[in-house]
Structure formats: C-alpha cells, structure tokens
C-alpha cells in the first residue's frame, strides 16, 4: 500500500501502477481511486496514479475539516507529483476531480500535460449541488449492501440499463459493511468544509476554465446530468472549439467512463497527448 506525507503531517493514500504516459485519476467529492476501476483495465497501456484526498478512502482525516478544500486538495497533489518525480502529468477528473484540474491549470499549469473533466465544469447546476447535500456526510438508511444496491435504481433513475451486479459494485466500493449498517468511507466532516463553502459568494470558476488553454481537453457528460447542464457544455464548447466532448447516454452525475462513448472520447483524448 502506497503512502506519502503532506507537508502539513497527513497520510495520503495512492496507487501507481503500468507505465508510459502518466494519467492522474481525481475522484468525485465523497469518493476514492475505486471511482476509477471500470475504466482502469481500457487505460493498461498507460501509468495510472490514484489519489484517496485527505479525509476519504485510506487516507487520513484531517483534524481541522476547513482543509476540506479544493485549494487544500490541489496543494495535495502537487505534493504527490513531488514525490512520485512527476513533473507532468495529464488528469482524468471526475466532478470534484475535474474542479481540481481547473484549480491545479491555474495555479501550476506547467505540471499538466491536458485534462479530461468528467460531469463537471465551471458552473454547477444547484440541482446536483442540492442533491449531493441531501445525502452528504450522512450514512445510508440501507443496512446492507444488498438493500442500498437494490436501492440504487430507484435514487439515480437519470441512469438506464444500470445492471444490478454494477450497482453492488458501487455501494460495495463506497460503503463499509459494519455490525450496526452501512458507513461512509470519508469523514462525515466533509459536509461541514462544503456547507461553509456554500455559504459564501460562489466563485466565478470560468477564468479556471480560460487556464486550460492550450491543453489537451476533454469533457464528458452524462446526458442525464443533473450537475453539469447542456447549456454549461455549450458554452464550454464555445470557448474552446478544439475540446473533445461527447455525452453518454442514459448516465447521470457521473457516467462510470466504461461507457463507448467514453471510451472514445478518452482514447482521442490520450491521442492528443502523445
């Protein structure tokens, strides 16, 4: 199991495996490396580096929640291409992995060699932002995983033709099985860093957007998005006319990147950076 000190004393958990062009992999909000299982076996012929952020998966909490951050998180990173004696890498981003992207474009931008986001961009539709608050540092009401993956249909209809064995996948990757129920697999404090991020004036994250300029770019959406609205892509598309982009049908927030269309967008993606 790989490990590496922050400099602020933390222990953050990471996976480095194959080689050749190395792809940083950023999970969503609540989630970890595993967020990227179904699509690591199509990425083989590359380096695939993982990252749990702090206060998620096997790395540490953090005492003072507030560090539950993006700035925080992007300085994370940083730290962990020092270690591993990365001067590049290209990022695939899902949700709060792609925020980070944009983060790392504007403040370190000679570390990236192009970014792929996945289900997110630099507005956030207040429907998915409402929908992740109604569930966010809060423990599932199902008490094993067999009742949360029979539950999943009916809490994400956005997504078709999901089959049962991919939703026990799921909940089997983002919920530990205990004695008394199903637990988080973050620190339940993440919702505190998040609530206070939202009561302050959102931040207008297009000039984050404007600093990828000139790297390879991809998006992709689930066309049944509810964080990443079509109206967002376009213009995304509009400002930069070169961006690969497609959507996967019959996905919400987030398409699991498996998916053909996904799948075609990362290998032209990839392409580009070699």
């Given amino acids: 199991m790989a490990r590496f000190t922050t400099s602020d004393g933390l222990s953050l958990h990471f996976t480095d495996e194959g080689s050749g062009l190395p792809i940083l992999c950023l999970s969503g909000l609540t989630r970890t490396g595993a967020d990227f299982d179904y699509v690591a076996p199509h990425l083989a012929a590359h380096r695939l580096i993982r990252m749990d952020y702090r206060g998620r998966g096997q790395s ?4 003072n929640w507030q560090n539950y951050s993006l ?3 992007c300085r994370d990173v940083l730290e962990l291409l020092d270690h591993l004696g990365l001067d590049q890498v290209a990022i695939l981003g899902t949700s709060r992995g792609g925020l980070n992207a944009m983060g790392l474009a504007m403040a ?3 570390r990236l060699l192009g970014v792929a986001l996945n289900d997110v961009g630099p507005e956030l539709d207040p429907k998915g932002i409402d929908f992740i608050m109604g569930y966010l540092g809060r423990n599932p009401a199902a008490k094993t995983h067999a009742e949360a993956a029979a539950a999943m249909a009916r809490a ?3 997504f078709h033709d999901v089959p ?3 939703w026990m996948a799921e909940v089997k990757r983002h919920y530990i099985q205990t004695e008394t129920g199903l637990k988080i697999t973050y620190d339940p404090h993440l919702r505190d860093a ?3 991020a939202a009561g302050d004036t959102p931040p207008d994250l297009w000039p984050y957007f404007d600093a990828l300029a000139g790297l390879p770019l991809a998006a992709i959406r689930g066309a049944n998005s509810t964080l990443l609205s079509r109206e967002t892509l376009h ?3 509009a400002r930069r006319p070169d961006m690969i982009a497609v959507e996967v049908p019959g996905r919400g927030h987030v398409p699991f990147l498996d998916e053909p269309e996904a799948l075609a967008a990362l290998q032209d993606w990839i ?3 070699q």
């Fill in 235 to 237: 213009e995304m598309q």
């Fill in 60 to 63: 540490d909490f953090d005492p």
């Fill in 164 to 166: 049962e064995v991919r």
């Fill in 194 to 196: 998040v609530a206070a």
């Fill in 156 to 158: 994400f209809p956005e």
């Fill in 271 to 273: 392409g580009q950076l």
């Fill in 108 to 110: 370190a931008k000679d």
């Fill in 71 to 73: 700035p925080v998180e």
